[in-house]
């Protein structure tokens, strides 16, 4: 799964988190709750993505979603930014 530009920016305009639908800062891929979870460096890719380019996006929300299946077993699916 690799994010386009436009999903990115999508991603960090949605004020809700993908993850588990607390509000989240608009910039962010991720809630703080969820981003706090997550080890530092995962965590700084996460915030402010507009300014990050998609491909970067992508790994950190894929190598998050990882992170999260590996060590919270949860198998939600996490489609950035798609509409709902
Ligand atoms: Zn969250």
Request: aromatic share 6%; net charge positive; proline share 6%.
């Amino acid at each position: 799964m690799t994010l386009t530009k436009e999903q990115v920016s999508g991603l960090a305009k949605t004020p809700r988190c993908p993850r588990c639908d607390l509000n989240k800062t608009i910039g962010n891929a991720l809630c703080r709750s969820c981003r706090a979870k997550l080890p530092e460096n995962m965590r700084l890719a996460l915030e402010r993505i507009p300014s990050k380019d998609a491909w970067t996006v992508s790994r950190a929300v894929r190598a998050a979603a990882r992170y999260f299946d590996v060590h919270f077993q949860s198998v939600r699916n996490f489609g950035g930014g798609r509409p709902r």
